[in-house]
């Protein structure tokens, strides 16, 4: 007969039913750590591009607010994402920003997609040294001036060319 039979009783599958969630738990720590530093990496290169302040990357909901600037939205969209299904809205109008952020890059809209699935590499990608960024071209195209960054009202309206 078997001297450690499975039986819930005696605290066997309650054992691997936290290690398991142990397991589970750490990964999802790891996870959350590596895109949180990479994403960091990607917004501080983006925000030198643009014209903003490269640690504010770092700042949680701080980040988010400065990149709904530079895409012409209000920065304090960035807040709802504290409430119930607010994080909805704010991905939204991210997108929006996303997308005049890329016309300034001289970006088609299909850059949006790699925005939405894969935010890191657009910023990543659009904080290239050959990328050129133009705030001007945003407003040609019958948007507002970015809030924050080259190009916006309180800022030096010259952008650098490279």
Do not use: C
Not at 50 to 68: D, H, M, N, R
Request: glycine letters at 10%; hydrophobic letters at 50%.
């Amino acid at each position: 007969m078997d001297p450690h039979p499975i039986n819930p009783d005696n605290g066997y599958v309650l054992g691997i039913i936290l290690a398991v969630y142990a397991v589970i738990l750490l990964i999802t720590l790891v996870l959350v750590v590596a895109y949180y530093v990479v994403m960091s990496l990607a917004l501080s290169r983006f925000f030198a591009k643009v014209g903003v302040e490269p640690w504010i990357a770092w700042v949680p909901f701080y980040s988010t607010w400065k990149w709904l600037e530079v895409g012409g939205q209000a920065g304090w969209f960035s807040l709802l994402s504290l409430i119930p299904y607010g994080g909805i809205v704010t991905s939204v109008f991210l997108y929006i920003g996303m997308y005049r952020s890329g016309i300034a890059f001289r970006k088609e809209s299909g850059w949006v997609v790699l925005g939405i699935f894969l935010p890191f590499v657009w910023a990543f990608l659009l904080s290239r040294p050959q990328e050129t960024y133009d705030p001007e071209l945003i407003v040609r195209a019958g948007y507002p001036r970015p809030l924050a960054g080259f190009g916006s009202a309180g800022a030096d309206s010259a952008a650098p060319t490279a």
